[in-house]
């Protein structure tokens, strides 16, 4: 090959490791470190290579276990996934190459090669600067474009599973961040957050949300915020399935006060709410005005919360008058008033 066409390639990504290690019979991996240059695609494989390495050699728990043999793996390992990085975001003295980028993409998803797949799994045994570098890769791969398409949502649309794999990190504190970051860049895709959002994993946010690690439990309310918020008619959906559970059990129960009013200072959980106000089912109505009227209480409304009930005043207050339960209800009757007057004042 003529050598590469982005900017970090022009340089030799590994030293003549081969040779400090041989290479002959007996030499396992070997040929992991023969140097060269490599272009976008030959980046991809060698660095999918040494992280199957590393996976196998985990595993494999070997008596013969060299620390040097590994080191030089890892050290291989970090200056490849280095590269990727450089080649996706450019290297700070000249932007990315389209066609560099769109190249490796297209090898990263490769049918049967599971790129993304060991680079999940192998983000534990990764030296803490590396797993940076691998959220930031996979973040970018996640907004690639081929022949207009995303791939990385039909690659996950396969493979679910990785999704329980990053839902499993916020009980590891030393990759709980890392996991959550790349979660958060996977359910960019529709497909990907209603996976998550259809599974047991939501009911456990709750718990992750009152970790005692102030920085794991900010962005585990982070990640679940995005679940809810960011795709619409997923987030509908979650909400008229559980309705139930999450509006009446979760929100107004006064140990998740901080989640409460975290959710009503945001606008689009607004929106939702106002559209489920509007569903067929009476039992789904009475369950949304129960979080609505948290919206209308709350005396630090943001003004684009504030401007959507200024906006739709007079179709709340007609709603409201006209909405009833089929039993008498006192403390119903006295909740309704006091949204109506807190919307009116507006």
Not at 204 to 220: C, G, H, M, R, V
Not at 305 to 323: E, P
Request: charged share 25%.
């Amino acid at each position: 090959m003529m050598g590469c066409l982005w900017p970090c390639a022009a340089a030799a990504i590994a030293t003549t490791i081969a040779a400090a290690m041989g290479s002959g019979p007996g030499r396992r991996g070997w040929w992991l470190f023969r140097s060269k240059v490599r272009c976008p695609v030959e980046v991809v494989r060698h660095s999918r290579d040494l992280l199957s390495y590393v996976l196998q050699d985990r595993e494999a728990h070997s008596n013969n276990h060299d620390p040097k043999r590994e080191q030089k793996v890892m050290a291989d390992l970090r200056k490849s996934i280095w590269e990727m990085k450089c080649i996706l975001y450019g290297n700070g003295d000249a932007d990315p190459v389209i066609e560099a980028c769109t190249n490796l993409t297209k090898e990263f998803f490769k049918d049967n090669t599971n790129t993304l797949r060991l680079l999940i799994v192998c983000l534990p045994y990764l030296d803490l600067e590396t797993q940076k570098d691998v959220t930031q890769v996979i973040a970018n791969l996640q907004r690639q474009k081929i022949d207009s398409r995303i791939i990385a949502s039909d690659y996950l649309e396969a493979n679910k599973d990785l999704l329980d794999i990053l839902m499993s990190g916020y009980e590891n504190m030393e990759i709980a961040i890392h996991y959550s970051t790349i979660l958060r860049d996977c359910i960019r895709h529709q497909v990907a957050a209603r996976y998550v959002l259809d599974s047991e994993h939501m009911k456990k946010f709750f718990d992750y949300i009152q970790l005692p690690d102030f920085n794991i439990a900010s962005d585990a309310f982070r990640t679940f915020k995005e679940l809810l918020t960011r795709h619409k008619s997923s987030a509908a959906e979650f909400f008229s399935r559980n309705y139930d559970w999450l509006l009446g059990d979760i929100l107004l129960d006064r140990s998740n006060t901080p989640v409460m009013i975290c959710y009503v200072m945001s606008k689009e959980n607004l929106i939702i709410l106002m559209n489920l106000l509007r569903e067929q089912s009476k039992a789904i109505q009475v369950e949304a005005f129960h979080v609505f009227k948290l919206f209308a209480a709350n005396q630090d409304k943001p003004p684009e919360i504030v401007s959507i009930l200024s906006a739709n005043k007079s179709k709340l207050i007609r709603f409201l008058g006209d909405f009833s339960l089929d039993k008498e209800d006192q403390q119903f009757e006295v909740d309704k008033a006091k949204v109506v007057a807190e919307i009116s004042m507006l």
